[in-house]
């Protein structure tokens, strides 16, 4: 367990797990039952990491993990994709909640990349993923405005929700004050091939200059939206 720290780190351009806290994999089991809570999670200085947690096991399956209560900024290089948050590849039954991710400054992407808030993507053993009362948006934990952009070469695209799994429930979360002028912004995009059950979510005050908007997108084998 980690809680009531202030965590902070950096990653290089060309190592893509990078996070400043980063679960690998295990040997037989995973990284399981750990807790990050209540704590500040960003860059050491002005060297960014790619993600703020990142979770990515190539053997065993990291799962009963929690990450809440925590401020999670400044995730972010220029030519790479970025997440607050990323549950990837042999992850499970995470509990992300109540936490407040957003940057601090308008951040401008040199190539076709995207900033995901939170980014949870495991449609092989990704169940049980719990996503509730996170928000996600503006230039601090108390809100403004989060700018993302690309430029006239360069679109950015930017979803503050990101779940791409077996079955989740998304709930309570707030998307909010986001501003994109070169690509498209989803407030929530999901996929599931079991249950995806998405309620009293809000998502608002999104501008992306004429880009395509989508407040929730989501499908699945079995839908539950309220």
Not at 46 to 56: E, F, R, V
Not at 85 to 102: F, M, P, R
Not at 185 to 197: D, L, R, V
Request: glycine share 14%; hydrophobic share 25%; aromatic share 12%.
């Amino acid at each position: 367990t980690v809680t009531n720290c202030t965590v902070l780190g950096s990653s290089g351009a060309s190592y893509d797990f990078g996070g400043t806290i980063w679960f690998s994999g295990g040997t037989t089991t995973g990284n399981d039952n750990n807790t990050i809570s209540n704590c500040n999670i960003g860059p050491a200085g002005t060297n960014y990491p790619m993600y703020g947690i990142n979770s990515y096991s190539t053997s065993g399956i990291n799962d009963h993990n929690t990450v809440s209560g925590c401020n999670i900024y400044d995730f972010f290089q220029t030519g790479k994709t970025c997440a607050g948050i990323a549950v990837q590849n042999n992850n499970s039954d995470w509990t992300l909640s109540n936490n407040k991710i957003y940057q601090t400054s308008a951040r401008e992407f040199s190539s076709s990349k995207e900033m995901y808030g939170i980014f949870v993507s495991d449609a092989t053993n990704g169940s049980n993923m719990i996503i509730r009362g996170n928000t996600i948006g503006g230039n601090s934990a108390s809100k403004g405005t989060l700018t993302v952009t690309g430029n006239s070469t360069y679109s950015a695209t930017f979803k503050g929700i990101y779940a791409v799994v077996v079955s989740c429930n998304v709930f309570n979360n707030i998307i909010c004050n986001v501003t994109n002028d070169e690509g498209s912004m989803h407030g929530i995009y999901g996929k599931t091939s079991g249950t995806g059950n998405y309620y009293s979510n809000q998502v608002y005050s999104l501008s992306s200059g004429g880009n395509q908007v989508f407040g929730m997108s989501v499908e699945g084998a079995t839908l539950n939206v309220y």
